[in-house]
């Protein structure tokens, strides 16, 4: 008689995976891929239990099950009503990786993964055409994958910002490594974040996007929105707004980060008046359905997440939905909303429109 197949699985997630397997499901109404696909199994708890019957060989790893940990976009907001704390979105992203080295990893993830190499060198070389020989400065600033490979002016709003705060910044061309960590590809990831790092080195370091910023933090990195509320003084008033614009609190910006107050304070310098609000909002927003690769290996549930965002923004007013997150920013674009990036205000809040 065989031994059942295991999913290897990094021991020092046990105790996430088990404080999830006998919780009585308090989180069920905190993910908003649960909420859109009306599922069990895909609440956090199911998530995290069924990755657990895997781990422990009582669950053999399929396809099926090998998808569920990757039904999730690292919004942190089941962490956050947990009474643990329990980090089931890096625990998920550790399962990520244990079904990708069994050859399980979902093809759109795949596919995703390949398509980030591919478009890598392109995204390192946009990053240098905006350095413009700082290679001196004292500041390290991590523009962001996402922006970088944006259409819109993103990418250079934010360059204009940090010259703006900090004089001279040197534009790194490396990755954080989170697109490679969400498909699964850890040992890619820690290569890109090293190689970054390094690239860093001896720098104060700044990152413009939600998400990289999230994955930096340990190494001391500071958000622009942070160092544009520092230096709140230096904001001027924007021209008044012909429609309201309306903050949308990134997962990883608040609930990552803690960063609630900043871009609150960044943007009634810069428009005069607080900034209409979600009626969730802060560390209880709720998520645009972009995070975590969701939009590749499951299109319709983010469209979903997003939708009931963007219902909640009209049946408000409407306006401007205005984050700090590069694949937020996109998302609510892909879905028609008239969206702008809090690093654009803030450039042109610092250099006068």
């Keep these: 008689m065989t031994s059942p197949r295991r999913l290897r699985m990094l021991e020092e997630r046990r105790a996430a995976l088990e404080t ?32 657990w019957y895997a781990a422990r060989g009582d669950l053999t ?16 907001g089941c962490r956050e009503r947990c009474e643990h704390q329990n980090p089931v979105a890096p625990t998920l992203v550790a399962a990520r990786a244990a079904y990708r080295a069994e050859g399980l ?18 995204l390192h070389e946009r990053a240098r055409e905006l ?72 720098r104060s370091l700044v990152v413009a996007d939600a998400g990289c910023a999230a994955a930096l933090r340990d190494a001391g990195a500071e958000t622009l929105v942070e160092a544009a509320a520092s230096r709140a003084s230096r904001l001027t008033r924007l021209p008044q707004p012909s429609e309201p614009l309306r903050y949308h609190d990134p997962c990883r910006l608040a609930r990552g980060l803690g960063l609630v107050r900043e871009p609150r304070l960044v943007l009634e310098r810069a428009l005069g008046a607080p900034p209409a609000e979600f009626e969730r909002a802060g560390s209880n927003t709720r998520c645009s359905g972009a995070g975590a690769l969701l939009p590749f290996v499951m299109p319709e549930t983010a469209r979903g997440i997003a939708r009931d965002r963007l219902d909640e923004h009209e049946r408000l007013g409407g306006g401007t ?27 042109r809040s610092l250099l006068g429109g």
Excluded at 63 to 68: C, S
């Design 20 to 51: 999830c397997g006998y919780c009585p499901k308090l989180c069920r109404e905190t993910c908003p891929v649960s909420e859109v696909e009306a599922s069990e199994a895909l609440i956090p708890w199911g998530k995290m239990t069924l990755t």
């Design 61 to 76: 790893p399929d396809r099926d099950v090998a998808r569920l940990p990757w039904a999730c976009t690292a919004c942190f």
């Design 105 to 122: 990893a979902p093809a759109a993830s795949e596919r995703a993964h390949a398509r980030f190499l591919q478009k890598r060198g392109r």
């Design 131 to 202: 350095a413009t020989g700082d290679e001196d400065a004292g500041v390290a600033l991590v523009v962001g994958c996402g922006y970088l490979g944006a259409r819109g002016s993103e990418a250079q709003d934010i360059v204009r910002a940090a010259r703006a705060l900090f004089g001279a910044v040197r534009v790194l061309g490396g990755c954080c490594g989170v697109p490679l960590a969400e498909a699964g590809d850890a040992a890619g990831a820690r290569g890109l974040r090293d190689a970054l790092l390094e690239e860093a080195r001896g």
């Design 321 to 347: 939905v205005v984050t700090a997150c590069a694949t937020s920013l996109a998302w609510f674009r892909a879905q028609g909303a008239r969206a702008v990036d809090l690093s654009t205000l803030i450039a």
